[in-house]
């Protein structure tokens, strides 16, 4: 995860991962992004690595309040969602986050 607003990589930036296929959402996995803005590994792998349809959720707003940024309230990005299938499970999949207050971007990444 990039911090667009600073420059740098988005550090302790709190991310959950949702499975959404069945009655009700499943969260899998809440990591802490490093010093890098990336998590220390895999998000899935193995078997848990299957089709579907999954959700990140990006903790943007307690991200920037940790720093000290001066946040309305209501926050205009508070936990940013973003919903992506995996259609083959034999393959890589990479969600990064350009984050900044007002905005975000995301891609399929290499």
Do not use: K
Request: without cysteine; proline residues 7%; hydrophobic residues 40%.
């Amino acid at each position: 995860m990039l911090d667009l607003t600073a420059g740098t990589p988005a550090r302790e930036l709190t991310i959950e991962l949702w499975r959404l296929d069945g009655a009700a959402p499943e969260r899998l996995r809440t990591v802490v992004t490093n010093d890098d803005g990336r998590a220390d590994g895999p998000l899935l792998e193995g078997d848990a690595f299957a089709a579907g349809t999954y959700e990140l959720r990006f903790m943007a707003g307690d991200y920037r309040r940790r720093d000290g940024e001066a946040l309305p309230e209501p926050p205009f990005l508070d936990v940013v969602p973003v919903r992506f299938g995996i259609a083959d499970a034999q393959g890589h999949y990479h969600v990064p986050l350009l984050l900044s207050a007002y905005g975000y971007s995301t891609y399929r990444g290499s």
